[in-house]
């Protein structure tokens, strides 16, 4: 079973319209949440940063996360042609072990002008 | 301007070659790592570094070695022993072990 499972897409919307992103994971002992923006061949850009359960926005992005269903959720309103991109989610331990990121597949978003 | 810098960010190699990737941070992160990026699959971590001259073994970890003599420096050494090199390799640093990851451009490894 993996560990963070992602749709990878491709999802195509229209220009304005609210995209909803969004990761389950398995492993009831992450504590932090991330969402990455990243365009072809580029490397990945920190969108959200959250610890636990809740909500957290960031201009036209929203991150949710609601550990007791393990699901974690990216919105973003009006959205841009500027938008289009992949986007990962990514988990951690609090402590202990090791350091890396647990990421998804990522999501390749369309936004259609 | 503070940040991660990789180069080079195309490299070529034939089979059988070591060769090296660098990073470079001016972030004064403690926290270096190192992730494979293949098409369709998400990030996979290959090593890390908490500290100057301490590091750890990732996921991926065989094939690869790094160093860690500088706190700014974590290069990464693809062996010939790794099977399948071809891949984007991407390096990230973080201020200590549970602060947010940034991550440097990214080098495109093709091994022929």
């Known amino acids: 079973q993996k560990e963070v499972e992602q749709d990878p897409g491709p999802l195509s919307v229209p220009e304005g319209a609210i995209v909803s992103l969004n990761c389950t994971y398995s492993?009831?002992?992450?504590?932090?949440f991330m969402w990455y923006r990243q365009y072809s061949r580029k490397g990945p850009e920190l969108l959200m940063y959250t610890y636990s359960s809740g909500n957290k926005e960031d201009g036209r992005f929203t991150a949710q996360v609601d550990k007791s269903s393990k699901y974690i959720s990216l919105f973003i309103r009006d959205s841009q042609p500027s938008d289009s991109a992949t986007y990962l989610c990514a988990t951690r331990y609090s402590g202990g072990g090791a350091d890396g990121l647990t990421f998804g597949k990522g999501t390749h978003l369309i936004i259609q002008p | 301007d503070g940040g991660i810098t990789q180069s080079p960010k195309y490299l070529f190699r034939k089979e059988g070659q070591n060769v090296t990737l660098s990073c470079e941070q001016n972030?004064?992160?403690?926290?270096m790592y190192w992730y494979r990026q293949d098409p369709g699959q998400g990030l996979r971590l290959i090593y890390y570094?908490?500290?100057?001259?301490?590091?750890q073994k990732g996921d991926i970890a065989e094939g690869y070695s790094v160093s860690r003599e500088k706190k700014e420096s974590f290069p990464l050494t693809v062996t010939s022993a790794q099977k399948n090199p071809t891949a984007f390799y991407l390096c990230?640093?973080?201020?200590?072990?549970?602060?947010?990851?940034?991550f440097g451009p990214g080098t495109r490894l093709t091994v022929t």
């Open positions: 972030l004064n992160h403690d926290a």
């Open positions: 570094s908490q500290i100057v001259n301490d590091f």
């Open positions: 990230a640093s973080s201020i200590d072990r549970v602060g947010e990851q940034y």
């Open positions: 492993n009831s002992a992450f504590q932090y």
